[in-house]
């Protein structure tokens, strides 16, 4: 069964630092990721896919991700975090089937 | 940008009652969906609707839970008799193709079953 890992409850960092969050899956073939943000009382908006292809993948609000199959992985990075990025990140799995699989998210807070 | 729109952002109900949630997917889309949160949790797939019936549905999706499309513009989710633990954020979501290509959220409606 697919299942997503993301073992960062909750981050936190300086605004202008660098920013890894971590993501582990468990998918039996080449799975389609992704990586949703939710800022406060907004919904779930996709920041980045992969699906096949380079995997190193580019996203928004100056976003990337790689997926690395050998480690199960699709860390989400940003060189330079901004205060406006402070919001909940939720790494997801697709397979051939309507659904997506989501981790239990990861908080980052932004300290100025 | 469209977008998917949820109302109400927030219901209280008494235990027992039915309710429903409604969206607005966006107007193009073809395919729709319920996910639900419950607090601290993961985000978790209810059920998948495409060409007015239902596609794809999880095991949380019981008797309890129906989705309808009324018209050309609505989506809802009813839960005929709320239990206290179907608390949670629910989510709808649609999209042009069938996941797992690109689903647009909408803002969520928080539901506390008192």
């Known amino acids: 069964a697919q299942s997503v890992t993301q073992p960062d409850i909750h981050i936190t960092v300086s605004e202008g630092a660098s920013l890894e969050l971590r993501c582990n899956y468990s998918y039996g073939a080449t799975p389609y990721l992704f990586w949703y943000v939710q800022s406060p009382g907004q919904g779930l908006q996709l920041l980045l896919k992969?699906?096949?292809?380079?995997?190193l993948v580019q996203g928004i609000k100056g976003f990337e991700a790689e997926f690395k199959r050998s480690q199960s992985s699709f860390n989400l990075r940003k060189p330079s975090v901004h205060w406006s990025d402070a919001a909940e990140y939720f790494c997801?799995?697709?397979?051939?089937?309507?659904?997506?699989?989501f981790g239990t998210g990861t908080r980052l807070q932004v300290f100025p | 940008e469209p977008e998917v729109t949820q109302t109400p952002s927030h219901q209280v109900t008494q235990m027992g009652q039915e309710v429903i949630l409604r969206c607005v997917p966006i107007?193009?889309?073809?395919?729709f969906y319920w996910y639900r949160q419950i607090l601290g949790q993961k985000v978790e797939f209810l059920v998948s609707f495409y060409n007015n019936e239902i596609s794809e549905k999880s095991e949380i999706f019981d008797d309890q839970f129906s989705v309808e499309r009324p018209d050309g513009s609505n989506f809802t989710l009813k839960i005929r008799s709320t239990k206290l633990e179907d608390s949670a954020m629910y989510f709808c979501a649609s999209s042009e193709e069938r996941t797992p290509t690109e689903a647009f959220f909408g803002q969520g409606t928080r539901l506390t079953v008192v």
């Open positions: 997801a799995v697709g397979a051939n089937t309507d659904k997506l699989i």
């Open positions: 107007s193009n889309h073809l395919y």
């Open positions: 992969y699906f096949s292809g380079d995997t």
